[in-house]
């Protein structure tokens, strides 16, 4: 059974740095890539980027490169993302997901939900 | 990037079929057979419902469906059932290689 296991909620004030994970199972990890999913409180899904685990080749969307990092260590089959200093505007439910085949996601993560509040 | 457009709402009786659009450009909906729609229940991750346009995923209802004209994909949802009631959402792959997702449509069950 493919499943993708994310890390749990986050409390954070502005200007600290945070490293999200999803943990995937149930299948090739490397073999496919997995997206990072932006929602924020009562509004739409934003995608953010993908990364390719089997060699971290990785894309962004224009509107958070530079803002965030994806990375992913294959040997412990984990996706990350992480931001190095915060702000209030991050504050969202981040979903990670499987890319099937380039160009929709098959397999979700659960969510992490961060906050970011002084 | 930008969003692709979708009506904010729409609704119908038990039993009834609804269709939601999904507008975009040649350059993502038009220029692509990559289009996915996606379920969401409030607090939920979303689900994949259809993609590639037209293709359900293995355990999806047969009462969704999906089509696309021009720049304009669609989702249909046949003899709607209160469980149906969730937001929804487009998704097309873009000529920069990234994935743009619709505004969501909330449907309501009367």
């Known amino acids: 059974e493919v499943q993708l296991v994310q890390s749990g909620a986050e409390v954070k004030k502005p200007g600290e740095s945070l490293k999200i994970s999803c943990k995937g199972s149930?299948?090739?990890?490397?073999?496919?890539?997995i997206g990072w999913v932006r929602q924020m409180p009562g509004k739409g899904l934003e995608w953010m980027g993908i990364i390719y685990p089997g060699d971290s080749d990785t894309r962004y969307s224009p509107s958070f490169q530079g803002q965030v990092t994806i990375s992913a260590d294959k040997s412990i089959s984990t996706a990350y993302l992480q931001w190095s200093s915060l702000k209030a505007s991050d504050t969202a439910m981040y979903y990670c997901?499987?890319?099937?085949?380039?160009?929709?996601?098959?397999?979700w993560g659960q969510g992490t939900l961060v906050t970011v509040s002084s | 990037q930008s969003a692709l457009t979708q009506p904010a709402s729409v609704s119908g009786s038990p039993g009834q079929s609804i269709t939601i659009s999904c507008t975009g450009t040649s350059s993502d909906v038009g220029g692509y057979n990559y289009v996915s729609w996606y379920q969401q229940h409030p607090g939920k991750a979303p689900k994949l419902m259809i993609y590639?346009?037209?293709n359900r995923p293995s355990g999806v209802s047969n009462r969704f469906s999906g089509s696309k004209s021009g720049n304009t994909a669609s989702l249909t949802i046949s003899g709607l059932q209160a469980e149906d009631e969730a937001d929804y959402y487009c998704s097309s792959y873009t000529s920069s290689s990234t994935l743009d997702f619709g505004t969501g449509t909330k449907v309501t069950v009367l």
């Open positions: 149930g299948y090739s990890f490397t073999s496919y890539w």
């Open positions: 590639d346009v037209s």
């Open positions: 997901a499987r890319d099937a085949m380039g160009d929709y996601f098959d397999y």
